[in-house]
């Protein structure tokens, strides 16, 4: 398995402001993936976090809403900006490893006032 | 295109069985199994990686029909440390999809002595 770590576990924030996750995976992974699970879903996609050049984000999330880095292979961060209510979810980072299995990090639990 | 997962739901006795179904639109890939916990992060369980391939993990095992693209979840002797929801990801065929996991809705499962 892998080991990976988020911090902050959780914040409350107020409306307006940003919050910056950071993500630590061990070597074995190759690639690292953020997604979102809103209260009481499924988990969705966000974006895959590439070494040293621009996230690739998936349909219905944007760079400017959800600026992602990843400035060497082990860690990486995405930042939730200008929050509103609706932002409110868990954010998780994942590491897959070469064989294909992807772990979770345990989470961000985001409540936005 | 969100996998679909059968049951939504499903209560059991502990030593009953269980069996949670996976199905897609689109050409797989791969099949990635996922439990969790209320307040916790996805655990992954096992993953396929060829048509017709079925795994075991202790008393939990899953089959992959690559031509149907279809996985299902089987949970034997089913004890009090099965509950919770479990997610099915699924990896669709094809160089851009790489790495990228969709998911199903969930399927919780509860067991009671």
């Known amino acids: 398995s892998a080991v990976i770590s988020q911090k902050p576990s959780r914040d409350i924030c107020q409306r307006g402001t940003s919050l910056t996750i950071q993500c630590q995976v061990d070597?074995?992974?190759?690639?690292m993936f953020w997604y979102r699970q809103q209260p009481g879903q499924s988990l969705t996609l966000i974006a895959t976090?590439?070494?040293?050049?621009?996230?690739?984000?998936e349909s219905g999330f944007v760079i400017d809403k959800f600026p992602i880095s990843r400035p060497n292979l082990t860690f990486s961060t995405l930042t939730v900006s200008n929050m509103s209510p609706e932002d409110s979810s868990i954010y998780l980072c994942?590491?897959?490893?070469?064989?294909?299995?992807?772990?979770f990090g345990p989470g961000t639990r985001l409540l936005v006032l | 295109q969100q996998p679909v997962q059968s049951p939504q739901a499903v209560i059991l006795r502990e030593g009953e069985d269980a069996v949670i179904n996976c199905s897609s639109s689109?050409?797989?890939?791969?099949v990635h199994w996922y439990r969790q916990k209320h307040g916790e992060a996805p655990v992954f369980l096992m993953i396929?990686?060829?048509?017709?391939e079925q795994k075991g993990h202790e008393k939990i095992s899953a089959s992959f029909n690559e031509k149907k693209q279809q996985s299902s979840l089987y949970l034997t002797a089913s004890q009090l440390s099965y509950s919770g929801t479990y997610f099915c990801?699924?990896?669709?065929?094809?160089?851009?999809?790489?790495?990228?996991?969709?998911f199903g809705q969930g399927t919780i499962l509860t067991v009671h002595p």
């Open positions: 994942s590491g897959r490893l070469a064989g294909g299995t992807q772990y």
């Open positions: 070597s074995q992974v190759t690639m």
């Open positions: 976090a590439n070494q040293g050049s621009e996230a690739t984000y």
């Open positions: 689109k050409a797989l890939y791969s």
């Open positions: 396929l990686l060829k048509g017709g």
């Open positions: 990801g699924t990896e669709a065929a094809g160089g851009t999809s790489y790495g990228k996991l969709t």
